[in-house]
C-alpha cells in the first residue's frame, strides 16, 4: 500500500489560497488519490478524487503531476469554516478497495 | 438519500466490561469499513466487508474485538474485554462496490473505558 506523507499542521487567514501538498512515492498503477475533510466530533467527509493532471469541483481543486507521486490540494480562498483536518489517502482496486489514513493536516484559518 | 447510520453515539464503561457498536450503511453499498480513531490520531481501518464477507481483518485484536455483518448489510462491532487503550472514536463507512470513490462516513460511536 502506498504511504502518504503530509505537513502535520498550516495556518492560513480568511481570504487566501491554501494548497496541501501529499507525498506518495510509491503509488501503484491503478490507485486513486482522494482527500477527506473531517471537523471535530464528525466522520470525515469526502472532498475531490483523482487519478492523474487536474480535478476541479465547487470546493477545490486537486493537482496531480505526471508522475504522480505527490499531489496537491488547493482551496480557493478559505474561510474560518475550513479550521480541519485534511487527509489524503492513496488507493484503489488493487487493493480490494483497503484505504488508509495518515496523520492529516491540521489547517488553521484565522480571521 | 440517508446516510450512514451509527449507535450508540457515546458510551462509557469500565475495563474488562464488553461493548457493542451497530452501523447501518447506506443502502445499496457493498462494502463497509470499521476504522477506529484515537484523539489526535488519523482513523485506523480494523475491518473491511465485501458484501458479507472480510477483505481485510489485518488490524483488527481479534483476542478482544470481533465484527460481523450478516446478511451483507449492517454491522456490528464487539468489544470484549475492553482496555484502556480501546477509548477512541468508532467510525464506520460505506461505499458503493468498486475500489475507487467516495467512501461515506457516519458521525462515529465515542467510546471511552474507565
Known amino acids: 500500500l502506498a504511504k502518504t506523507t503530509q505537513p502535520i499542521s498550516m495556518d492560513s487567514y480568511e481570504g487566501q489560497e491554501v494548497n496541501i501538498t501529499c507525498s506518495h512515492n510509491?503509488?501503484?498503477?491503478?490507485?486513486?488519490i482522494t482527500w477527506y475533510q473531517q471537523f471535530p466530533s464528525q466522520g470525515p467527509r469526502f472532498i475531490i478524487q483523482g487519478y492523474k493532471t487536474k480535478v476541479t469541483n465547487e470546493v477545490a481543486s486537486l493537482f496531480i503531476p505526471a508522475d504522480r507521486k505527490s499531489s496537491t490540494l488547493s482551496l480557493p480562498r478559505v474561510s474560518l469554516s475550513d479550521t480541519a483536518v485534511y487527509y489524503c489517502?492513496?488507493?484503489?482496486?488493487?487493493?480490494?478497495?483497503?484505504?488508509?489514513f495518515g496523520q492529516g493536516t491540521e489547517l488553521s484559518v484565522k480571521p | 438519500e440517508a446516510g450512514v447510520a451509527q449507535s450508540p453515539r457515546y458510551k462509557i464503561i469500565e475495563k474488562r466490561q464488553s461493548v457493542a457498536f451497530w452501523c447501518n450503511p447506506i443502502?445499496?453499498?457493498?462494502?463497509l469499513y470499521w476504522y477506529q480513531q484515537i484523539l489526535g490520531q488519523g482513523p485506523k481501518l480494523l475491518i473491511q466487508?465485501?458484501?458479507?464477507?472480510?477483505?481485510?481483518d489485518s488490524q483488527l485484536p481479534k483476542d478482544r474485538f470481533s465484527a460481523e455483518r450478516l446478511k451483507g448489510v449492517d454491522s456490528t462491532l464487539k468489544i470484549q474485554p475492553a482496555k484502556l487503550e480501546d477509548s477512541a472514536v468508532y467510525l464506520c463507512?460505506?461505499?458503493?462496490?468498486?475500489?475507487?470513490?467516495?467512501?461515506?462516513f457516519g458521525e462515529g460511536s465515542r467510546l471511552t473505558v474507565l
Open positions: 489517502l492513496v488507493g484503489g482496486d488493487n487493493q480490494g478497495g483497503k484505504l488508509i
Open positions: 510509491n503509488i501503484a498503477t491503478n490507485d486513486y
Open positions: 443502502s445499496g453499498h457493498a462494502t
Open positions: 463507512a460505506s461505499r458503493a462496490q468498486g475500489g475507487a470513490g467516495e467512501l461515506f
Open positions: 466487508f465485501q458484501n458479507n464477507g472480510v477483505v481485510d
